[in-house]
């Protein structure tokens, strides 16, 4: 017997799936609120360091398309994920290691949702290969 997926779970593969896909702007309008922060301490960016703070879709628009293009690819090789959101408030962790462009790579984020949305995302990162 398969076990239903939480509203949690459901919601983060949909984000992941719009990840995989290259659906950028897609995955943020359906998935950050309006006034949604992300604060995230990746190190990947020559001309950025760590960490920032980017405030509304556009701006998170703008960084995931240039964390993209850093990154290439992923690979996810483990995800540990636990959630208390109930499909309109609550919050996701999720722990990842996955391969791209960069190498092996070891991520968490911790999201506050509301509304259905993620509110505040915060995202950790940490990569053994030096910046170029």
């Known amino acids: ?14 984000h992941l799936e719009r990840i995989g896909a290259g659906e950028i702007d897609a995955m943020v309008d359906s998935d950050y609120t309006p006034d949604a922060v992300l604060i ?17 879709r556009e701006g998170i628009k703008q960084f995931f398309h240039k964390y993209m293009k850093t990154i290439g690819s992923i ?17 996701i962790f999720f722990q990842a290691e996955f391969t791209c462009d960069l190498g092996l790579m070891k991520v968490g984020d911790a ?20 910046k170029k």
């Open 75 to 91: 690979d996810v090789k483990k995800i540990d994920f636990t959630d208390n959101f109930d499909g309109k408030e609550g919050s």
């Open 40 to 56: 995230t301490f990746f190190n990947g960016f020559d001309d950025e360091e760590p960490p920032m703070t980017i405030k509304g």
């Open 111 to 130: 999201w506050t949702m509301k509304d259905g949305q993620i509110f505040i995302h915060y995202g950790f990162w940490a990569s053994d290969k030096p």
């Open 1 to 14: 017997m398969t076990q239903a997926k939480t509203p949690g779970q459901a919601f983060f593969d949909k």
